[in-house]
Every structure is written in structure tokens, then in C-alpha cells.
């Protein structure tokens, strides 16, 4: 096979368990509500007929969730995404905490969203994992795709935190990584670095980068946690 070749594949367009991957994780990494608990059982049947090691990753998930009763996962959900910034799912969190840098850092989002089509509700921050994964699986694969891959080390970082913590999350981010390109030598010293580093602290508020109509159906029942 030519070089030629090769570079065609490998930024062919996301195929279709890619994008269902992304729908289906869109909706388990976001705040569960009860809106969630009734799609599980079609979720569990869409994931079910997905190859491994997404499609049983994504299984294994449904499967907590389906199994928590009471408040248990949104009490989990809150406790490992709210209270600990190292699972925090904002991906521009990792390298520029809340510095004015971030602001900018969101705009690659934004501009990425509208040249799609799509705007975001005014609580939505265009960073926050579960809204560039239905990003990429409905509105822009390829663009999605691209802010997926340029994110990989922040991803990696989650899905390390995850794995420490023992959480169930850890599934889900297991199935978004395996539709990504493996890691790279570039994304294991910025893995490196941001993991000795830590993201900087400097508050400015980031309220002006929060966008408009919702991208989300559910989004009604408040902003990315």
C-alpha cells in the first residue's frame, strides 16, 4: 500500500459504530436523569450490536446504570465529575484550569460548532465532553473527530483518573478512546506534563464563551455538570 493510501485511510470519515459509539456515550457521560433511565433499554440494545471493545464496554455500563437504584448514579455522578477536578469532563479544564487562556481555548469549540450549524444553550460550555461526543456523532463527524484526537491526552487523563477511582465511567471513556488513533509519542509527554503540572488557577469568570440555543434535546433540565 502507498503513502498515499495510508494518509487516505487514516483520515477516512468517521464510520458508522464510531458515531453511534459517540451518541451513546453523549448520553451515558452527562448527568443522569430520568429521562436516561428510560432510554437505557434502547441504549443497551444499540451498544449491544456495537464491536468490541466499545460495544461491551458500553454494555457494561448500561448495566450499572440499569442496576442503581434510587439516586445511587447521579449521587456517583456528582461525587466524581463535580467534587474532583481530576475527572473534570470541561477538556480545556486539563491545560488552562479557569484562565483567561481557556477563553480562547473555547472559541476553537464555538467557531468548530458554527461553522456546523449548531448553537449551544446560554449554561452550555462548548468544551464539556458529552457535548463535543453528540457534536461528533450528529452534527460534524469529521470536525468532532478532530477535536476528539486534539483532546486525546485530556481524555487519557480522565479515563486514568477513572481507572484509580474504581468508577463505572471508566467504561464509557474506555469505548470513546477506542475510536481514537492509539496515543501518540506527543500525547504521552503532554499526558507527562499535564499530569506533573496540574491545570493553572487565575478565576475570570468564563460566562461570555457560554452559547446560545441548545444543542442538546435534554439539555432543558440545566447546563453540563
Known sequence: MSLLRKREKAVAPPG???RLVWRIAALLIDY???????????LRAAAAALPAPAGPALVSFVDHASASTGNALAQH???????????????SYY????????GMALLRFKHAYRAAGVELGE??????????LEFAATADPEAGRRLLVEHRPVLEMIRLSLADGGSPYLAVLDAVCATLPELSAADRR???TLAAEGPPEEDVGLEPFAMDPSLHAHAE?????
Open 16 to 18: 458508522r459504530d464510531s
Open 32 to 42: 443522569p436523569n430520568a429521562q436516561l433511565t428510560v432510554m437505557l433499554p434502547e
Open 77 to 91: 455522578y456528582v461525587e466524581t465529575f463535580d467534587l474532583r477536578k481530576r475527572n473534570c469532563l470541561h477538556l
Open 95 to 102: 491545560a488552562y484550569g479557569d484562565t483567561r487562556k481557556r
Open 123 to 132: 449554561h452550555e460550555l462548548p468544551d464539556h465532553l458529552a457535548v463535543v
Open 190 to 192: 503532554k499526558i507527562a
Open 221 to 225: 433540565s440545566g447546563g453540563r455538570r
